[in-house]
Structures are given as C-alpha cells and as structure tokens.
C-alpha cells in the first residue's frame, strides 16, 4: 500500500492551496478515505472523511465551508481543496485508508500559513 500526498507549502492567510493523494496497493474506489493533519506541538486530528462514492462526506468544524474533500476513483487520487487559509491551518496534512487497528499513511505534505 502506498499513499503519496502533495500540494503542500507556504501560503499567506486567505490563499488557496490543493492537496492530492495517489493511492496504490489497494481497492481506491471501494474505500473511504481521510485527511488528518498534526501541527506543530499538538496531536493529530481528523480534517475530512469522505466515502467510497464521494457522498456523504464529514469535516472537522473549523474548516466547514473552507475546505472540500473529493476523490477521482478512475485516478486513485483523493483531494483537499483548502480556501481562506488560516494561520491555524498550519500542520502536516496526511492522506489515510482507515481500515481500522491498522490503519495506512502516507508521508504527509507541509502546509504553512504565513503573513
């Protein structure tokens, strides 16, 4: 299994970035799939969730409406649009096949926003 994330880097507040994740070594398009983040000093914590399908799809309050979880099942590739970055918003993003006691991470990407 392998989950390879990018689209991170440094971005003023109120900039845009898109995170992608390729997924391989599994069944992409049968499987939910989550992005998690951990900032610097803190633990990791659940951003978005999004099912097999794209429909329904779950997000941690504090980016409702400024974030958007998709996926393209024919590509193997999850997506995290972030808008309206905030300095908060600064963390290592990781792309997850949660499957439970073992779940699979990818590497994680850098997102730092900055003035």
């Known amino acids: 299994v392998q989950l390879v994330e990018s689209g991170g880097g440094l971005v003023q507040p109120g900039g845009s970035l898109r995170l992608s994740c390729i997924a391989s070594?599994?069944?992409?398009?049968?499987?939910?799939m989550d992005w998690y983040r951990q900032a610097p000093g803190k633990g990791r914590e659940l951003v978005a969730t999004?099912?097999?399908?794209?429909?329904?799809?779950y997000y941690k309050d504090s980016v409702k409406d400024r974030f958007t979880i998709s996926r393209d099942n024919t590509k193997n590739t999850l997506y995290l649009q972030m808008d309206s970055l905030k300095v908060e918003d600064t963390a290592v993003y990781y792309c997850?096949?949660?499957?439970?006691?073992?779940?699979?991470w990818g590497q994680g990407t850098q997102v730092t926003v900055s003035p």
């Open positions: 997850v096949w949660p499957i439970g006691s073992q779940n699979h």
């Open positions: 070594g599994f069944s992409f398009k049968n499987w939910a």
């Open positions: 999004i099912s097999s399908t794209g429909r329904p799809t």
